[in-house]
Structures are given as C-alpha cells and as structure tokens.
C-alpha cells in the first residue's frame, strides 16, 4: 500500500518538525502534504526543508472538511493519514494502519490513540488514557458509537472518493463517520497507530476551547449540553477523584497531587459551565460569543433571519426505486415464449433484510425450497436500501438464511449489481415491488401477498406507497382468501391464494406432560398488528380470576412489561416451541390483520389456541372450527381462555378439530399453489399476445441473439487487448516494418486494410510466423507448430505464436474482477491441447510458472519437445490430476466444460476447488443459451436439435449429447465427453457456495461461448 500524509497547519512551529521527522522515519516511501492557512512563524520554511510538498491558501479560505478534501486531492497515496500539526506519530504507526486495511477490505477509515505528553495536564492525560481504553479494537460497523479523529486518522482512498468531508464548521470527521456508515464502509480502531497528542491551556484557555467544541457539536450534531447544580457537583466530585486514581497509579507524589487536584477541580467545573454555554452559543449576543471564543468567530450575525446550515447528501433515498417507477415505470419484461409457463423455471425471490424469528421470510423458503426440489432454480437478492445488512458479506447472509429457515440451495446476492434476470420476479414485500419492477430480463413478475401491509404503519408516506403496490401490473400470490378480496375488490388486481402450513416434522405433539395452569401468548411487541396490549390484558384479568395460571411469553429478544409474573421464552427456535406448546394448556395468538401461522404451528402440536374473530381468522378457519374465537375485547378473550382451562370436552374438541385441520393444510400443497401461481404469471403474458408476436420454439431462423435467452441478456462485447498491446510495446517501428517486408500479397492488402488495434496483432502473429527474428527475441512467441496428425485449434500464418486472442479474453476476465495475469505465481491451462494459449502466457508473463495437461498425448508430447519452459504432462480423463491441494492461483480452461456431461463436469469442477488455493480463480468457457442463437445463425446445427437444447436449458439448465461416438474425440474416448450447454442457474446451483461466481460473461468466446469466472473460497 502506498502512503499520503495530510498535516492542515496554522503557525505550527511548536511541533512541526518532530512530526515530519517521525513521519519521515516510518520506514515507509511517503508522501506528506501540508497545507498552511497563513501561518507566521515560519512554519511554511520549516515543512519545505524537511522534505514535505507545500500548498499555500489563505486563512479566510479555510474549512475543517473543504480543505481536508482539497487535500486530499492533490495527494496520490492508496491511505490518506490526516494529522493535526501538533499530533506526534510514535514508531510503527503507519505499519499498524497498513496492516489494519489489509485486514479487512471493507474498512475505510481508521483511527488511533492520542497519548499524552510528558507535561500533559492530570486531566487531559486521564481522560485520554481511560478513553482509548474503552475503545474495542478493531473494525466497528455503522451500529457502533460513532467517533472518528482527523487529530490522527487514516482513509482509504476509494472510501474518501466516495463519501467526502462535508464542508461543516466542525467535527468533519464525526460527520465523515456517519456517511461512511451508511455507504456500508467499516471503521477500525488501531491501537498501535498513536501519537502523542495533548491539548495543555489556561484555565481560561480550556474554557475558551471547550465553548469552541461544544458549540460545533451543536452545529454539526444538534448536541445540547445542559446544566444543573446538583448533577454538576456530582459529575465534577466524579472526575475530579478518577484524577485523582489516576495519579495514585502514575505514582506521583502527596504534594503534587494535592497541587494538581486543586487544578483538576477548576477544570472540571469551568469546562462544564463553558460546554453549557457554548451549546446555547447561538443565544448570545455577536461581540460576547467572539470575545469568548478561542477561534474568535459568532455564530450568526447579530440581526437578520435565521441562517441556514448546509448539510451534505447523506446518498440515495431508501425510497428511490418508487420515484424511478412512478416517473420512468416499470422496466419492459422479455418478450413472451411459447411453452415458457411449463417446465422447470427459474424464480428470482427478492425479499427484505430479515432477522431469525422473521415468520413472512420462514414462509417464503417452506415454499421456495419445495420449489428446489420440484427441480425449479430459485435466486435470492435482497433489497436493503437503507443498509441494514450492509456489513455483512453474502456468504454470512447466505449461511444465516439456511440456518433461520428451510435451507435453499440456491445463490443469495446483496442488491442488484449482478442481476441476470429470471423467468419470474417474485417480490415478497411492499417495498421490492419497486424494485421488482425495475429490473430487465424478466419474463413475468408476480408478488407473493403475506399481509396488507398499508396497516403496518400509521397515515403515512409508507402506507401510500404499500397500497399503490396492489394495484401494480404484478400477479398476486396472496397467503389466504381474505387477502386475495382485498386485491381484487379494493385496488382491482388479480391472483390466486395459498395456504399456510405447519412443518409436520417440527410441529407435532412432542413426548412432554400437559400442563393444566400455562397459557402461552405470541408476545412479539415490535409487531403492531399482533396486538400485544390487547393480549396482556386479557391475561391479566385472567390472572385476576385464577392467579394460579402461569403464562409463557415468547417472540421477543427482550422482556416486556407486563402488569403480571410470566416466563419468558424470548426468541425460541421451531423444535423448542414445539415442546413448550405441547406442555402448555392453552395457546394464544392475535392476528389484526392477515392471520398467522402461529395458531397452526399450536394446533399442530395439540394445543387449542384463541383467536380474533372477524377478518382473515374465519375465511380460513371458519366461526366455529378448531379455533377459540373471541372479540377484541380482553375480558371476552379472557372468557374464551377461562372455557379451555376448566372445559375439557371444549378443550378436547378444539385440539381433535385442530389436530385434523393441520392434517389437511401442508406445505407440499402450498408449494403447488404458489408454483401454479407463478406459472399462471407466466401463462397470462402467453395468451396475452398474439401467435406470431410469441418467440418461437426453434422451428425457423432465429430474431435476434438477445432474444432467445431466458433471461433476454444482450451480448456486450468486451475485448481490450491487453496482452496484445503488453507484446507488440516490446517491438519498434523498424520491427514492424521487417514484419510487412515478409508479408505475401494478399496479407499486405488485409494488413492495409485493418485499424492499428487489429494490425499490432497481425503484427505479433505474422512476425512469428515468417520467424522475423527481432520479433521472436522481443516477445519471447516460438514460431513452431504442430503437424497434422498432433491436435491443434489452428494452423497457417493466423496461428503463428499461438492463441492471443485467448490471452487477451483471459486478461479481461480478470481485470473485470479486480485482478490480472501479471498478478499470477502459477497457473495450468487445462485442457491445453498443444499449448496454443498457455504458450503466449509464458512469453508474455514470464514472472509465472506456467502448467498445462491434457489426455492427447501425442499433443502433449509435442509441447514437451517444442515449448520449453512450460510444464506439460498428460492428464488422466477422470480425477484426479497430480497436482497437491492449492497448487494453483489460476486454472483456466477454453472450451472444456462444452465436453462435459453433468457427473463429469461435477467432479471435474471438485478436482478444480481441490488443486487451486483459496482466493484462486478459475477461467473457463462454455456454451449457454447465447450458443443456441449463435449455431441457429450460422447454420453449424439444425433447427430441430437447437430447440431440443433451447428446451432443455430452459426446463433443466443442462443439456449433453455423446456426439464423439467410438472413435471418440482425438484419442478422448469417455461417456461423459461430448458435447454440453449449460446456464448461469446450474452452474450458481452445482458451484455455489464452494465458489464465488465473480463475472458471467455472455458470449465473449468467439460470440458464441460464456465466460465465467469462479474464485475459490
């Protein structure tokens, strides 16, 4: 990592000096940057002889943050460190940092310790000590207390870039730490990052500068300090004695302590007195505020309105995506299939951040795990625009979605940046119908109804936008009949309904006694519509009527207050509630609104339960079914708790009802409904179109590439030619005109005719060929190519020196990625052939050990004769090959996973994870859905197996055909080698989580093959 230092300096000789020498004395090539404000004590002299770039501004134009940022943009540095002129760096400070960054790549600022002088004032140096002590070390998350000091601080620049200082009065770097927060970027605290740092006044000094700080904590903050005369003698008689254990421990002397108490008492009282004042500064009149101010300003001018203060941008609204539908509207779905509502489909599920106990998230994936196992591709994206999840790495969230509720197997991605469409968008929650409706590629949307989520919230902007989504173009899956009647009646849209379930496996009547006193109540507060108060209090006068009655409470993280003794469950899992309501006597679980599953996951296990009557509750489970109903009145739901406890024919009848009821109710079923749902999602766009408008199954010439992906995603053609132009650097002019002296007519009219891009290759490829020999002792490219009989891609002059397309596509995958061919240590072409990629690898990154294998060995054998400084070795046609484990940093493999069958291609990729260190890439192509478009173009397969293909990819994600026969496929004589097309959905589903799916390419080989690129973890 490269260094930027940043000292803002004002008449700073005091210090100045030891700062840059310790600067300087890091160890480390940095760059230091002082940028004075009109000092007048030489201090500019003083920074330009020790070694430190100058800039000059004057002090009028000076702002905490604006010439941070000014700063900052004159410097180079990866890390920008930000010191105040009088802040010292002990040694090792900037290796703490750069080993803090290192870290973690999700941290963009760190802060260190200030340390006290020697002569540093009792006060200030206890109050610094016990400060930083209490700090965790550490990266700290936008939940943590927000401190941040540019008195000694460090940035990364891609952090810096993004968020800025704001141009505030004071406290840039507490403003700083809030925007940072809310961009995602982690705060670390680097203890062995110090330096010594102690602010040491007057009395009057500090008094002045703490009505300084107090009244910018008030501008930038909105922090008011108040004042009493009780609570100011006890934090002063507080402060005052913690000064005092602080001396006692540094082992000073009777005399000076007693000398230094007397100070300390002065401090503490004048500073809460000036902190009072100065956050009611604005109050006072112009003249007295300078006069007491260190920094000789007034808050506002002495008449005239109120001022404004300019806050930054705090980034996107949450609420963007409903500005985008309103004004632009929804994004144009694909272009309807014919067939695209029957077989296996791939549904995107956009769902909200959740937490463990979340019962709308547990229902999506009962159903969307079934789904999975139906053979259907589901993909989660999580829509949190307000960060709530922004810390947390998708593998974490990933691992945390099983483990809460019924694991998925497919991938879970945070946002939308690698969004590749889906036959169905399923939104999941008011707020991602907007985003749902933003995104392309999609055959249909539909919208998985679980609540009427207008009444979550009071009259509000929030409530509008929930109830616009029922009447949006998406087709309702709604969670009971009551719900659906409200979509269709009151805002006019359409669906179908689902029932919810009880997961027999978990919820049934568990081997435990029956307890006769205990009632158990879904208590979760932080829900409105569960109506918790309503529910307290019938307990309590239910309590009153039978004091012995104990209650259980569960479903929230923290206790409730409640005018009764309870037990509390707080947030259980699924078997630990099956056995607390297989003990208890009597359930109970309001719904507001849609009903919950609760009651059903009570019946499951044999408990009756009581319920509001009205609503959802009857449309599902009828007036007089397994339920208790009772009003929403607490001495009516006292009543019908009351019939429970001392009815056993009521209480029997309701637990037989109920036990019967969840046997007719399951989550197979569900599954069917909402899978149905999403086919008639699909099976309206159908019929909504004319015949001829439908994309056809393959039976003719096919439109456009584009047009023929499940997902409609269009070809982007990449193609720098990175390593073209790393080699053809290496040649001058007088080598490229030797090159065309060579060339055979017809060659000199196509080297005319081509741009200078495409004529640097010809140059590289031709002068190979004809063996010009400052092009082979410049590029290191070997002329020699294999005979007829030995495997190769291509021969003749276009194939001299090997595949440099192929290098140049393998060097913008990884650059697409974040890394590079000149980062590689060693690497294996597998599936080399003879060599015709890896062999300009090595010429052009020659740092690298460089490996290829494959079956062929008469091509292998010729490699090993002609290719000296590769290793070569014939691979095995099934794993494993004779590498050890995390042998490689990279593997690529052209065209290879285009062979394989699904078995083969499975262990194959396992031999890949096993052979390639964590954090390693592997590079491959392989024919998808484009491939389709491209053999219907040019004419290399029929109509007829195009559509078998195309079928099979959208049913299945898999297609494979033995086309080698027994003769096989030079010398590949395997089963499971043919030929093969897979999408990005089987391969999310067979890869992940062992691999991070990092780039998916479409068409990049040739238009016709994808291009992955998969990183190990």
């Known amino acids: 990592m490269t260094f930027s230092v940043v000292v803002p300096v004002l008449n700073g000789a005091r210090y100045l000096p030891e700062l840059l020498e310790a600067v300087f004395a890091q160890g480390h090539d940095v760059e ?374 019924r694991p998925v197997d497919g991938p879970v991605y945070k946002g939308f940046d690698e969004w590749y469409g889906a036959d169905v968008a399923l939104a999941t929650g008011w707020d991602t119908v907007y985003a749902v409706q933003r995104l392309p590629h999609c055959r249909a949307r539909a919208y998985l109804v679980q609540d009427h989520e207008p009444e979550f919230f009071a009259t509000s902007a929030q409530s509008v936008f929930a109830e616009r989504t029922y009447a949006e173009d998406l087709y309702v899956i709604a969670a009971s009949p009551w719900l659906l009647n409200l979509v269709t009646g009151r805002y006019g849209g359409r669906g179908r309904t689902f029932q919810l379930a009880a997961e027999p496996t978990i919820y049934h009547p568990r081997p435990v006694e029956r307890r006769t006193d205990t009632v158990i109540f879904y208590a979760r507060d932080v829900t409105p519509r569960r109506a918790v108060p309503l529910g307290l209090l019938a307990l309590a006068e239910l309590k009153r009527r039978h004091p012995e009655v104990r209650v259980v409470l569960f479903g929230n993280d923290q206790p409730i207050k409640a005018p009764f003794d309870y037990e509390d469950l707080g947030i259980a899992t699924p078997e630990e509630l099956s056995f607390a309501y297989s003990e208890a006597r009597v359930g109970l679980s309001l719904s507001l609104t849609n009903y919950s599953l609760i009651p059903q996951e009570m019946l499951a296990c044999g408990l009756p339960c009581v319920e509001l009557a009205g609503r959802s509750i009857e449309t599902v489970y009828g007036s007089d079914g397994p339920l208790e109903l009772a009003a929403a009145d607490p001495v009516e739901l006292a009543d019908a708790m009351e019939r429970l406890l001392e009815d056993p024919v009521v209480w029997e009848r309701r637990s037989q009802d109920g036990l019967a009821f969840v046997a007719g109710h399951n989550w197979e079923v569900a599954a069917t409904e909402v899978q149905q749902g999403l086919r008639d999602a699909l099976w309206e766009r159908e019929i909504a179109q004319p015949e001829e408008a439908l994309v056809p199954p393959l039976a003719a010439a096919l439109p456009p590439a584009w047009e023929q992906s499940a997902r409609a995603i269009p070809l982007e053609r990449i193609g720098s030619h990175r390593v073209t132009n790393a080699l053809f650097a290496r040649l001058s002019a007088a080598d490229v005109a030797a090159v065309r002296e060579r060339l055979e007519p017809d060659l000199v009219e196509h080297w005319e005719r081509v741009d200078d891009a495409e004529r640097a290759s010809l140059a590289l490829i031709l002068g190979t060929y004809y063996e010009v020999p400052s092009v082979l002792a410049k590029t290191g490219l070997r002329p020699e190519q294999p005979p007829e009989d030995v495997h190769a891609m291509a021969r003749g002059p276009l194939a001299g020196g090997g595949a440099i397309y192929f290098a140049d596509l393998l060097e913008d995958a990884l650059v697409r990625v974040g890394g590079s061919l000149a980062n590689v240590e060693r690497g294996l072409d597998f599936g080399c052939s003879s060599g015709r990629v890896v062999r300009v690898l090595e010429a052009a990154y020659p740092q690298a050990e460089w490996h290829g294998v494959d079956p062929n060995e008469a091509a292998i054998g010729w490699a090993l004769e002609h290719l000296p400084g590769i290793a070569f070795s014939v691979s095995p046609q099934d794993p494993p090959l004779a590498y050890p484990d995390a042998h490689f940093d990279l593997v690529f493999a052209i065209s290879i996973w285009s062979h394989y069958a699904e078995g083969a291609a499975l262990r194959w990729l396992e031999e890949m994870h096993r052979i390639i260190r964590p954090g390693g890439r592997l590079v491959f192509s392989t024919h998808g859905l484009h491939s389709v478009s491209y053999y219907a173009q040019t004419g290399e397969r029929s109509p007829a197996q195009l559509a078998q293909i195309r079928r099979a990819l959208y049913r299945r994600d898999h297609w494979f055909a033995a086309e080698f026969g027994e003769e096989g496929d030079w010398g590949v004589k395997h089963a499971e080698w043919g030929t093969a097309f897979f999408t990005p959905e089987w391969l999310s589903r067979v890869a992940l989580p062992a691999w991070s799916l990092e780039d998916f390419a479409v068409g990049q080989n040739s238009d016709n093959q994808d291009v992955y690129v998969l990183r190990r973890r």
Not at 45 to 55: C, D, F, Y
Not at 193 to 210: I, K, M, N
Not at 228 to 235: A, K, N, Q, Y
Not at 249 to 259: L, N, S, V, Y
């Open 32 to 405: 230091v940057l002082v940028v004075d404000s009109g000092s007048a004590d030489g201090s500019v002299t003083i920074a330009a002889e020790a070694g430190a770039k100058v800039i000059e501004i004057p002090n009028a134009e000076f702002g905490h943050g604006r010439t941070r940022n000014l700063a900052a943009e004159h410097t180079t540095g990866e890390l920008i460190c930000f010191l105040t002129q009088d802040a010292t760096p002990l040694p090792g400070w900037l290796d703490a940092y750069a080993a803090a960054f290192a870290a973690d790549v999700r941290v963009g600022a760190a802060f260190g310790p200030h340390l006290p002088r020697p002569d540093t004032s009792v006060m200030i140096a206890r109050e610094l000590t016990d400060f930083f002590a209490g700090v965790r070390p550490g990266a700290h998350d936008a939940d943590d207390p927000v401190f941040l000091s540019n008195v000694n601080a460090c940035y990364r620049r891609a952090c810096w870039e993004q968020v800025r200082f704001a141009d505030v009065a004071y406290a840039e770097d507490q403003a700083f730490a809030r925007a940072m927060g809310e961009h995602g970027w982690l705060r670390a605290y680097v203890p062995d990052a110090g330096v010594l740092h102690a602010h040491d006044f007057s009395p009057l000094g500090f008094a002045r500068r703490y009505f300084d700080e107090y009244r910018g904590l008030r501008e930038t903050a909105g922090h008011v300090e108040h004042i009493g005369v009780r609570s100011t003698v006890r934090d002063v008689r507080g402060l005052v004695r913690a000064d005092h254990r602080w001396m006692v421990e540094q082992g000073w002397t009777p005399g000076r302590r007693a000398a230094a108490t007397g100070r300390s008492a002065l401090h503490h009282t004048t500073r809460k007195l000036a902190a009072t004042l100065g956050s009611h500064a604005h109050k006072l009149p112009a003249g007295v505020e300078r006069a007491i101010s260190l920094e000789r300003r007034a808050t506002a001018p002495p008449a005239g309105p109120k001022p404004t203060v300019h806050r930054p941008a705090t980034g996107p609204s949450p609420y963007q995506p409903v500005l985008d539908v309103l004004r632009d509207g929804p994004v144009r779905l694909a272009p309807p299939m014919s067939g695209m509502h029957a077989g296996n489909l791939h549904v995107a599920v956009v769902i909200p951040p959740f937490r463990r106990g979340s019962g709308g998230h547990s229902t999506i994936y009962n159903l969307m795990s079934r789904l999975e196992e139906r053979g259907h591709t589901v993909s989660t994206w999580i829509h949190d625009p307000e960060g709530r999840m922004a810390s947390e790495w998708p593998a974490v969230i990933r691992s945390n979605l099983r483990e809460y509720f």
